[in-house]
């Protein structure tokens, strides 16, 4: 039986790679590694460069070219054969390699938090042994680089997407939301009095960016800084905190 091991590297500092992590890769026969065209060519490069900080001879790489979303599809359809197209992919890579039994895909952040890979793998059949490697979050690595708890004495934090966001705006009851996944600044359609954010993209690594404040005053810079950013390298990662001040 295949073990696939699912190992959480971070938001993209070598750093973050636990020693659990780095004694996994060290340890795999074969090495899942998508691509996702040119102008995301540095994400592969990455995890090349964590793959040779590893070891002087790392395990050997397959490569597979990520599948696109069908846009004309609904939302949870479209992710949904998103997902058995990648899968596909997966099970195609490893068939390749008929004697590889312990499998890596190194998973940005952790694979526990707002990732698919967990559910992409449970498409495989035949259904491989699985095993979790944590990574540390997009959450932590905001919270770091800010210097900022993520709650509140005694208080709860809300974790929710930018679509959710804007389809349902600020969370009922909720004193401070992390959004993840958000394509589209969000943030922007609530009304921002009284509330605070914590905004960062390709946390970790060398280009990492950072605005906070008040919504009304950060929230057009982090859309400007956004929107170049995104410019200058094709794509982009990032992440916000918002608190809400009581009263």
Known sequence: MITLHLIGIGTGNPDHVTMEARRA???????????????????????????ADVSDMPPPVASFEMPERDPALPYLERVDRWHDAIAARWAGAMAAHPRA?????????DPSLYDSTLRIAARLDPAPRLRVVPGITALQALTAAHAIPLNSVNGPVTITTGRRLRDDGWPEG??????????????????PEGIEIWWGAFLGMENQVLEAGPLTEAGPRIQRTRAEARAAHGWIMDIYLMRRRPG
């Open 101 to 109: 039994r312990d499998v890596a895909l190194l998973v940005w952040g």
């Open 174 to 191: 909720a004193e401070i939301v992390a959004v993840m996944l958000d394509g589209e600044t969000s943030f922007a359609g609530l009304a």
């Open 25 to 51: 890769i060290a340890g795999a026969d074969l090495v899942l590694l998508p691509e996702k065209g040119a102008a995301k060519s540095d994400l592969a490069d990455l995890r090349r460069q964590i793959l």
